[in-house]
């Protein structure tokens, strides 16, 4: 085998220099770098070997990333697929205090003036609902310990759809009338809702009603006490 000892090998014509001859091998032995300060063409891209840390500009395709389609609702699952997020997602939530004070004599129901309305994004949503009323109950003069008096949560107005109902006594003697002493309690509700039951979507509004019982009255939001009802829409 020769060896050809020099520092620079030009072409004879031209700015063409060809190495080899179509089917030949050049050998790089070990231990020897080439340095490249020019433009190489015609390599193939790296398939492997690419360390994640040598990735330190630019942006890559989400493409790239797995099948599917990317996009603000979906996420990049562990198979390489990107897909829509599952149930419990919350979409949405309204919230809404009240306190101004209600009084309810009669045995019916009556609204608190507590009420919240919310647009599921489909009818297949389901809408948590959150409530907390203070409520105050009253009786007749006499002994009034044990009576009670009626909060409910509805769908709609108090004269729609009853959802729940909880019973708030008296336990004292001296709650006598709306001028005198009272039970002082806190009402809550928790309620998951499937809202398209009742109609084929739009505004789904929810009410906290009162009502007296017997010669039980019943007042919300007594002595500027707040009341609240959240409402949560939330993917199914």
Not at 25 to 54: C, E, K, Q, R
């Amino acid at each position: 085998m020769s060896k050809v000892e020099v520092d620079q090998v030009d072409p004879q014509s031209g700015t063409t220099l060809t190495l080899g001859t179509s089917g030949d091998t050049v050998s790089i032995p070990s231990g020897v770098t080439l340095a490249n300060a020019g433009t190489a063409t015609g390599f193939p891209a790296p398939t492997s070997g690419i360390a994640a840390s040598a990735i330190d500009s630019g942006t890559i395709a989400t493409a790239r990333l797995g099948s599917g389609t990317a996009s603000g609702t979906t996420f990049l699952a562990g198979d390489q697929t990107y897909k829509e997020a599952g149930g419990g997602l919350v979409l949405q939530v309204v919230s809404v205090g009240y306190a101004t004070a209600v009084t309810q004599t009669s045995n019916a129901y009556a609204t608190s003036g507590l009420t919240a309305s919310i647009t599921p994004a489909s009818t297949s949503n389901k809408v948590l609902v959150l409530t907390s009323s203070a409520i105050q109950t009253f009786g007749d003069g006499g002994n009034s310990s044990g009576r009670n008096a009626l909060v409910g949560l509805f769908r709609g107005t108090v004269a729609a759809t009853k959802l729940l109902e909880h019973d708030s006594g008296i336990s004292m003697v001296s709650a006598s009338t709306s001028t005198n002493d009272h039970s002082y309690n806190t009402v809550s509700f928790s309620y998951l809702d499937s809202p398209n039951y009742d109609s084929g979507g739009g505004a789904q509004v929810y009410t906290v009603g009162i009502s007296g019982q017997g010669a039980c009255e019943i007042r919300a939001q007594g002595g500027s006490q707040g009341s609240t009802i959240t409402l949560i829409e939330i993917k199914v």
